[in-house]
């Protein structure tokens, strides 16, 4: 086992990434997502009308742009 309070995000999701059998450092990285205030979430419905618009949010996401 890694100290995955020593990594940064993305070391830490590289970790994951690679260690995908590792649970506790899904947990720790899904745990950071959850807190980190920076992540964008998407709340709306699943319907067709909320995913058109989660879809032109990943879009902006991509692209650089404030939504």
Avoid: C, W
Avoid at 38 to 65: F, H, P
């Amino acid at each position: 086992m890694s100290d995955f309070s020593q990594m940064d995000r993305k070391k830490l999701r590289t970790y994951v990434l690679s260690h995908r059998e590792d649970e506790e450092a899904l947990r720790v990285y899904m745990e950071r997502l959850h807190n980190d205030p920076d992540v964008s979430r998407y709340t709306g419905a699943y319907d067709e009308e909320g995913l058109a618009r989660l879809e032109q949010l990943i879009k902006e996401q991509a692209q650089g742009q404030p939504h």
